[in-house]
C-alpha cells in the first residue's frame, strides 16, 4: 500500500504501513491504495484570517480569536479554539461573544490576508498551472500529468505545499485529494486543522452512501428544506429515486443531486473561472440615519472594494449600493457606467448618489456598495469625463495616493470624510 510520510515527505509502499515513519520517527502518515494515483485536490487553510493574525501577533496563540465587525456584525472567521466554544462563521457577533465571552474580536485586515493569499498562490503556482481559486483561502487543483515534471505523484508535491506553507508562511491548510471535485472538497473537511485525506475510486459509493446531503456544497437551508420535504436526508435516500423523476421535482439540482449521489462530478478545475463582482458591506452597532456618518461608511466601504479591485486588477462596470433598514427589509440600487472602474473615488460618487435618490428611508441597520460587471483592468478609468473637469485631478491624487501607501502602509494617508 502506498504511503506518504507528511513530516519528511518519505514516499514508502509496503503491505502494512508503520505506525510512525521509518526515516523521521514522525507519526504524521498517510497510506491509502490510490495515495499515488489521484489528482484533483482542493487545499483549504485552517482559519485563514485568524491565523494570519495569530503569526502576526504572537501573544494572540493561545487565545481565542475572533474576525469581524462590532456586537452587530457577523463573524467572519475564528480561530479553533473559539470554535470549539461554539463559534461560527456567519454567527451573529453577539451571540458568538455569549459562546466566548473571552475572545480578541479583530476587525478584518484584507490587506495582510491579501498578501498572504499571494505567497500561497505563488506556490500553487509552482505545483500545477490548473488552480480554480474559490476565494483568498483555498482553491481547487489539477495535478493531473505533473509526476513526470516534479519526479514525486500529486499527493507527494501537495503535503509539500502545506509544509512550506507552515517553515515559510506560519499558515497551515487541509488538503483533500480525490478523483474530481466533489469528493476533494468534501474529504478536504474530513481532518481540519492541517489535515490530509483521500478519497479513492474504489471506495466513493460506500463513502457517501449514509453521509448527510448537506455535505453538498451550494446545498444551503433553503435546499435542504426542500430535500427533507422530498424525504431525502443522505445520499442513500438520493439512490432510490430515479433520473428523471428527481429532475421533475428539483429542475436543474435534480440531476447534478442524481449525479453527485453516484460520486459523478465531470466539471473541470477551470484556471479562469470568473469572479462577478467584488463588494464589501458593514453592519452598524446602532441603527443610525446621520448622513455624515453614512457617508464616511460609504467612502470607506469604496475604498476597500477599490482596494480589492486593484489588487485582483480588476474593474466594474456597475455599482450597487445595498441597504439593509432596521426591520430587516433591503434596499438595493445600481447604476451602470459608462466605462468601467476601479477607483475609489468613482464608486463613492456614485455609490452616494444612489443613497441621495434612495431618499430617507432609514434608519440603517446594514450598508454596502459593490461593483459587479467586471472587466480586466486595463479597459478602465481612461477617458476623461468632461462633464466632470477635476476628475482627472482626483484620479492622479489616489494613483499617487496608492504608490505611498504601497510603500508607506495604508494609514499613511487617509481622506477626512473616512474618519466621520
Known amino acids: 500500500m502506498p504511503a506518504l510520510c507528511r513530516s519528511c515527505l518519505t514516499e514508502l509502499n509496503t503491505s502494512s504501513p508503520p505506525r510512525r515513519c521509518p526515516s523521521c520517527g514522525s507519526p504524521r502518515l498517510i497510506a491509502h491504495d490510490e495515495l499515488f494515483s489521484l489528482s484533483i485536490a482542493h487545499m483549504d487553510c485552517d482559519a485563514f484570517y485568524a491565523s494570519v493574525e495569530k503569526r502576526d501577533n504572537p501573544e494572540l496563540a493561545a487565545k481565542p480569536v475572533i474576525i469581524g465587525g462590532g456586537r452587530r456584525g457577523v463573524v467572519s472567521t475564528a480561530c479553533y479554539i473559539a470554535r470549539i466554544q461554539g463559534v461560527r462563521s456567519a454567527m451573529p457577533m453577539f451571540q458568538a461573544l455569549k459562546l466566548c465571552p473571552n475572545a480578541v474580536v479583530i476587525r478584518p485586515r484584507m490587506s495582510a490576508y491579501v498578501e498572504a493569499s499571494r505567497a500561497i498562490r ?7 498551472p490548473d488552480i480554480e481559486p474559490l476565494s483568498l483561502d483555498e482553491a481547487f487543483m489539477d495535478l493531473s500529468g505533473t509526476a513526470r515534471l516534479h519526479g514525486h505523484p500529486p499527493a507527494v508535491m501537495l503535503a509539500r505545499l502545506v509544509k512550506r506553507m507552515k517553515d515559510e508562511l506560519g499558515l497551515t491548510g487541509s488538503i483533500g485529494l480525490s478523483h474530481n471535485k466533489f469528493l476533494a472538497k468534501i474529504a478536504s473537511d474530513l481532518d481540519k486543522p492541517n489535515g490530509f485525506s483521500v478519497i479513492g475510486k474504489a471506495e466513493t459509493a460506500a463513502f ?5 446531503v448537506r455535505l453538498i456544497w451550494g446545498v ?19 439512490l432510490r429515486w430515479e433520473r428523471d423523476d428527481l429532475h421533475a421535482r428539483f429542475g436543474a439540482m435534480g440531476d447534478r443531486l442524481w449525479h453527485l449521489a453516484r460520486g459523478e462530478d465531470r466539471r473541470r478545475v477551470s484556471a479562469h473561472a470568473p469572479i462577478k463582482s467584488i463588494s464589501n458591506e458593514t453592519t452598524f452597532f446602532e441603527d443610525t440615519s446621520d448622513p455624515e456618518l453614512l457617508d464616511g461608511h460609504i467612502w470607506r466601504l469604496a475604498e476597500n472594494v477599490a482596494d480589492r479591485a486593484k489588487a485582483k486588477g480588476h474593474a466594474g462596470r456597475v455599482v450597487t449600493l445595498k441597504l439593509k433598514r432596521a426591520n430587516h427589509t433591503l434596499l438595493t440600487r445600481r447604476l451602470s457606467l459608462r466605462d468601467p472602474t476601479q477607483l475609489a473615488d468613482r464608486i463613492y460618487r456614485t455609490a452616494r448618489d444612489l443613497f441621495d435618490a434612495a431618499g430617507d428611508q432609514g434608519p440603517y441597520r446594514l450598508i454596502g456598495v459593490g461593483i459587479s460587471d467586471l472587466v480586466p483592468a486595463d479597459d478602465a478609468d481612461r477617458a ?6 477635476t476628475a482627472g485631478q482626483r484620479t492622479e491624487a489616489e494613483r499617487a495616493t496608492d504608490r505611498i501607501r504601497a510603500r508607506f502602509g495604508k494609514d499613511a494617508i487617509i481622506k477626512g470624510r473616512a474618519l466621520r
Do not use: C, N, V, Y
Open 220 to 238: 444551503g437551508q433553503a435546499a435542504q428544506a426542500q430535500l427533507e420535504k422530498a424525504g431525502i436526508q443522505r445520499f442513500s435516500d438520493l
Open 384 to 389: 476623461p469625463d468632461l462633464l466632470d473637469p
Open 208 to 212: 457517501l452512501h449514509d453521509k448527510p
Open 122 to 128: 505563488a506556490m500553487m503556482d509552482e505545483l500545477t
